[in-house]
C-alpha cells in the first residue's frame, strides 16, 4: 500500500517537473518573442519618423514653389487671384434651359475636353475650367527636363556638414531596402510575396 | 574484540596492560603513558590544525579573488557607458500649427569597437573592409583598432544595409549604438524662428533652447535621463506656409532693391500668435556653425531700430484717444525748431493739413504737433502700455531691449512722435500695430498657439474701440490707391489692405543719413476686421532699377507686404470683398 503511494507520489512529482520544465521554456518563448517584437516596434517607429522626415523634405513648400515653376509649360499653375475666389452667392442661378435642349455632357471635368472648355459650366473661375487631359498625358510621358533632383532624406544628410561622413556610399535608398527586408512592411506587399490569405479561407469552408 | 585499524589502536592495548600490572608500577607506567599519549595528541592537533589552515588559505584565497572579481570594474560596460554619454539624445518634435514637422529627430547607427575586445585586429579589419571597402586602406581605423583603448569610434551614421551586413559578420568587439540626429526639412525655412541644437542634441538658439527651458530638458540631460523618453511633439503657432511666402518674398525684395537685411512679420491681430517671423540674411539651422555668424542675428526680436514714420500710426492712435486730438483738427506743417534742431518734412505740402492728411502724407511736423496737443505723459503713458520701454515677454530666448528716453523733453516727444529717438524691434513695432487695428487691446507675442479665448483673458486695453475704428480708416485710407496715401502700394484689390510706411533715415556718424534709409511698412488687412498684421522692414534698401531714383517705404516694403498678402490671404481663409455689388466678382 505504502509503496503504491510512493510511486504514485514519485509519478506525480516527475509529471510536475514535466509541467513546470515545458512553462519555462514556453515562457521564455514567449519572453524572447516579446523582445523581438518590441525590437520590430522600435524599428518600426524610427522608419515612420524617418519616413515622415522624408515626406516633410518632399513636401516643402519651397520645394513644391520650384517644382511648379519648372513644370509651368505642362501645369499652368499661377498663384491664385483674388478674383477667382468667389462664394455660393456669387454664382449666378443657372438659366432655363429649353426642354429640348441637348444633354449636358456629364461626368468628370476634363474627360469631356471640348465640351468642358466650351460649355459656361463654372463662369466664376474661368483660370479653373478644366484642362484638356489629352495634352498632358502626352507631356507627363516626356518631361522638359528629368526629375531627378527629388530630395531624399539619405542625399539631405549627405549635404549637411558632418563629421564622419567624408564620402562613401549614399544612404540614399536605405529605407526602401530595410522594408524589403523583413522587419520593415510598410507598403502593402504585393500578390506573389502576401501570406496565404486564400488558403487559410479555404481552410474555413473545410472547417465548415 | 576486532583488531584495531587505526594508528592509535598499539597504544590503547598497551594501556590496558598497563592497568593490569601492579599499582606503583602501573601508576609510574601510566605517567610515561600518560606523557606518551598527549604527545601523541598534540601531534596529531597540530597535523589537524595544518590542515585547517591550508583549508582556511584556500578558501581565503577563493574568497579573495571572488571579491576582486566583484569589484573589478568591468571593462566592457565602462566602454559602452563613455560610449553612451558621446550620443545625442531625443528631443522631441517641432511642428508648425498645422502639424506640418518644422524639426524632427531620426535614429542612425553609428559604429564603435572596444580594441581591448577584439581577438585579431587583421581579420576584422579584413571583414569590415568587405562591407565598407575604405576601411580596408584607412589607416586611422587599422591605428583605432590595435590601441588598447576601451571604445574607439568607427564611424558615425551608417546606413540601414551596412549595418545589417556588419551586424551579420558577428565580429567580436563592434558593435552598434543608435544615435539621434536633428534634421530641419525645411532648411534656412524658419532658422531664426525654431533656432537649432548642438552635437549633443541641446537647444542652442531659438525655439530649441526654449523648450530645453521650459521642459527641463537641461536638467535631465544632465542626469542622463533624456535618453530614451518618448516625448510629445511641440506645435508652434507658425504656419510653414505663411514663413514659406514671407521668406520668399522677403528674399526676392532684399535682392530687388540691394538691401542690407530684411525683416517680415505676420502676426494673428487678435491672438498675437507669431505666424511667421523672417530676419535676412538667415541661415540653415541644419549647419550649427552658421547659427552663430554675426550677420546672422535675429533682426526681427533682437535688433531694435528708428522705426521712422510706422510711428506716426501710434503717434495718431494716442492723440486720439486722448480725446484732444480729432479726425478733423487741422495742423500747421511749418518746421518746428527746438533750439538748434529742426524738424523737416520729407514730403512737404507746404499748408496745413487735416490729421488723415497728416497720416497719409507723413508730416513730421503735423505729428509732432499732434504728440505736443496731447501731452508728453500721455504719449510715455500709451508707448509704456504697448511695451515700447521693455523687452517682449515671449518663449523666444533672443529679445531686445528697447532704447526708450528716460526723460520726458518736448523734443523727444516731438521726434518719438514720427518715430526717432526711440528704438524698438520689429516685433515691438507689429505686435503695438496688432493693438491699434485689433480694438485696442495689447498682448505679448507668443510663438505657441493661443486661443481667442486665451488671449481676451490676457490682453490689456490700451485703446479704447472708437480710436481702433479711426485707426483702421486711417490705414485703408493711406492704402487706397487714388487717395494719394503712401501705401497705395500694397493694396490687394479684395483683401482690404490697410498699412502705414516708414522711411527713416539711418544714422551714419552720428548724423542722419539722407541716403541710407530703413523702410518699414506695417500693414494689416482684412481692414473691417483686422485678421493679421503684416510687418516688411528692409534695410537701407536701393531704387529698383539700381539708379538714383526714390526708395521710400511704399515702393519696396510696401510693395513687398502687398506681395506677401495677395499670397497668404487665400491661404488664410481671408474671403476677398469688393465694394462692386454681388456678381462681378464673376464676371472679373
Known sequence: MMRMINFLLIALMLIGAGIVYDLKFEAEKATAKVARINRKIDTERDAIATLKAEWSLLNQPKRLQELTERHHAYLELDPLAPTQIGSIDDIPFKPAVPADGAPRPAGAPGTTTAAAAASPASPASPALAPRPSSKGSVKLAQPERATDHAVTIGKFLDRLPSSGRAGGPTTTGSIPKASSSGPMMLMPLPPSTRPATPRSSEQMKVIR | ?588
Open chain 2, 1 to 588: 574484540m576486532s583488531e584495531p585499524s587505526s594508528p592509535l589502536a598499539p597504544e590503547s592495548a598497551e594501556r590496558v596492560e598497563a592497568a593490569a600490572a601492579t599499582p606503583t608500577e602501573a601508576a609510574v607506567d601510566h605517567e610515561a603513558q600518560e606523557s606518551a599519549s598527549t604527545r601523541h595528541m598534540k601531534a596529531s592537533r597540530k597535523r589537524i590544525v595544518l590542515a585547517g589552515l591550508g583549508f582556511a588559505v584556500i578558501y581565503a584565497a577563493v574568497a579573495m579573488r571572488l571579491v576582486s572579481l566583484g569589484g573589478a570594474s568591468d571593462e566592457h560596460s565602462e566602454a559602452l557607458a563613455s560610449g553612451r554619454t558621446q550620443v545625442s539624445t531625443a528631443r522631441p518634435d517641432i511642428l508648425d500649427r498645422n502639424g506640418e514637422v518644422l524639426a524632427t529627430d531620426i535614429k542612425s547607427s553609428s559604429l564603435y569597437a572596444e580594441p581591448r575586445r577584439i581577438l585579431d585586429v587583421e581579420e576584422a579589419i579584413d571583414a569590415l573592409g568587405s562591407v565598407i571597402p575604405e576601411m580596408r586602406a584607412d589607416e586611422a581605423i587599422r591605428k583605432k583598432l590595435s590601441s588598447k583603448a576601451g571604445f574607439v569610434w568607427l564611424r558615425r551614421e551608417l546606413t540601414v544595409e551596412q549595418k545589417r551586413k556588419i551586424f551579420r559578420l558577428g565580429l567580436p568587439g563592434i558593435g552598434f549604438m543608435e544615435e539621434n540626429r536633428r534634421i530641419y526639412p525645411g532648411g534656412a525655412l524658419a532658422g531664426h524662428v525654431i533656432g537649432t541644437v548642438d552635437v549633443d542634441n541641446r537647444g542652442i538658439l531659438g525655439m530649441e533652447r526654449a523648450i530645453d527651458r521650459d521642459m527641463g530638458l537641461d536638467a535631465l540631460h544632465a542626469a542622463g535621463f533624456a535618453g530614451e523618453r518618448e516625448m510629445k511633439p511641440k506645435r508652434l503657432s507658425l504656419d510653414i506656409r505663411v514663413q514659406h511666402v514671407v521668406r520668399d518674398e522677403m528674399v526676392e525684395a532684399v535682392q530687388k532693391f540691394h538691401a542690407i537685411a530684411g525683416v517680415g512679420i505676420v502676426l494673428d491681430a487678435r491672438t498675437m500668435e507669431v505666424l511667421a517671423m523672417v530676419s535676412l540674411p538667415d541661415f540653415d539651422p541644419n549647419d550649427r556653425n552658421e547659427a552663430f555668424k554675426k550677420d546672422h542675428i535675429n533682426r526681427a526680436t533682437l535688433g531694435v531700430y528708428e522705426m521712422g514714420s510706422v510711428f506716426k500710426t501710434f503717434n495718431s492712435a494716442f492723440t486720439l484717444d486722448s480725446g484732444k486730438v480729432t479726425l478733423n483738427d487741422v495742423y500747421d506743417t511749418t518746421p518746428l525748431v527746438f533750439g538748434s534742431q529742426r524738424i523737416n518734412d520729407f514730403h512737404s505740402k507746404g499748408r496745413a493739413l487735416t490729421v488723415p492728411e497728416i497720416f497719409l502724407y507723413s508730416s513730421n511736423n503735423g505729428s509732432a504737433r499732434m504728440a505736443l496737443k496731447a501731452g508728453s505723459e500721455a504719449q510715455r503713458a500709451f508707448f509704456e502700455r504697448v511695451a515700447f520701454h521693455r523687452r517682449l515677454e515671449t518663449e523666444l530666448p533672443d529679445l531686445g531691449l528697447p532704447l526708450f528716453p528716460k526723460r520726458l523733453s518736448d523734443v523727444s516727444t516731438a521726434t518719438m512722435s514720427f518715430g526717432h529717438g526711440l528704438s524698438v524691434t520689429p516685433m515691438h513695432t507689429a505686435v503695438a500695430g496688432a493693438a491699434v487695428v485689433n480694438g485696442g487691446l495689447f498682448l505679448d507675442p507668443t510663438f505657441y498657439p493661443r486661443t481667442r479665448a486665451e488671449a481676451e483673458a490676457e490682453a490689456k486695453r490700451v485703446l479704447k474701440p472708437e480710436t481702433s475704428d479711426k485707426m483702421r480708416y486711417l490705414f485703408r485710407l493711406n492704402a487706397t490707391p487714388g487717395t494719394g496715401g503712401s501705401g497705395s502700394k500694397a493694396d490687394v484689390p479684395g483683401y482690404r489692405v490697410g498699412g502705414k510706411t516708414g522711411t527713416a533715415e539711418k544714422i551714419e556718424n552720428g548724423r542722419y543719413s539722407a541716403n541710407k534709409r530703413f523702410n518699414s511698412f506695417l500693414s494689416a488687412f482684412p481692414m473691417d476686421d483686422p485678421k493679421y498684421v503684416v510687418l516688411t522692414v528692409l534695410d537701407d534698401p536701393k531704387a529698383e532699377s539700381g539708379g538714383d531714383g526714390p526708395a521710400t517705404a511704399g515702393l519696396n516694403a510696401g510693395a513687398t507686404a502687398g506681395a506677401i498678402i495677395r499670397r497668404i490671404a487665400p491661404l488664410l481663409g481671408v474671403m476677398p470683398k469688393y465694394d462692386l455689388p454681388k456678381g462681378t466678382v464673376a464676371s472679373n
